[in-house]
């Protein structure tokens, strides 16, 4: 069983439209990280949250940690091809296990022009 | 300042035999770990190192090691491949005390 349950599994979409990729757990996480994989390629960081309710932007990107650091969510502003790849996220719980990340199995995004 | 790097990219390997990769971590980082990537189950952690001692394990089976040089440079090595290992092993650094971690390209491994 996956300790972060992300969804959708997989989103095709048209250029323009928005988006959003869920990161959902029963667990407590320390720190949440989304990554953006190419295929072939290492997972590429986009953002870490630590504080719960804490919200980032980058861009177009927007990435929320709820309240009490168990979910997290990645909204896309009128998504581009160039957003196309598998979006990670990634927990963390500190402590006894500082090193290990707990990783969705990812949301495979496709924009279409 | 520059990234993890992973050394090979590509590996074809046949069943039985044994492989060790290479991973240097972005400079100034102490921690490395490594995870397998396939299809089926995504992303599972192996090891992590820290000042050369391994801290964490994750849930694999013996054949798979690592080991972390005095200048944070870590290699992992897998005895008696099995058509199962066949994957993307990534390498991670960080700095100490933190979670975010930064990933290698990665070595693809093929067991034929």
């Known amino acids: 069983t996956q300790l972060l349950e992300q969804s959708p599994q997989f989103l095709s979409i048209q250029e323009g439209e928005n988006l959003t990729v869920y990161c959902n757990s029963s667990s407590v996480f320390s720190s949440l990280q989304w990554y953006r994989q190419e295929p072939g390629e290492g997972p590429v960081l986009l953002v870490t949250?630590?504080?719960?309710?804490e919200v980032k932007k980058l861009k177009r990107l927007t990435f929320q940690f709820g309240d009490a650091r168990k979910d997290s969510s990645l909204h896309i502003t009128a998504a581009q091809p160039g957003d196309t790849g598998l979006y990670l996220c990634a927990g963390a719980h500190g402590g006894s296990t500082l090193g290990r990340l707990y990783f969705g199995r990812g949301t495979q995004l496709t924009v279409w022009p | 300042k520059a990234g993890v790097t992973q050394t090979p990219r590509y590996l074809i390997k046949t069943r039985g035999q044994q492989v060790t990769l290479s991973c240097s971590p972005i400079?100034?980082?102490?921690?490395v770990s490594w995870y397998q990537q396939t299809p089926g189950q995504g992303l599972q952690f192996l090891f992590e190192y820290f000042s050369e001692t391994q801290r964490n394990k994750g849930n694999f089976p013996g054949r798979f090691s690592g080991r972390q040089f005095s200048n944070s440079r870590s290699e992992m090595n897998v005895s008696t491949l099995e058509l199962g290992d066949s994957a993307l092993y990534l390498c991670?650094?960080?700095?100490?005390?933190?979670?975010?971690?930064?990933f290698g390209p990665g070595t693809r491994l093929t067991v034929l």
């Open positions: 991670a650094s960080s700095l100490w005390g933190t979670d975010t971690q930064y």
């Open positions: 400079s100034g980082h102490r921690s």
């Open positions: 949250v630590v504080t719960g309710g």
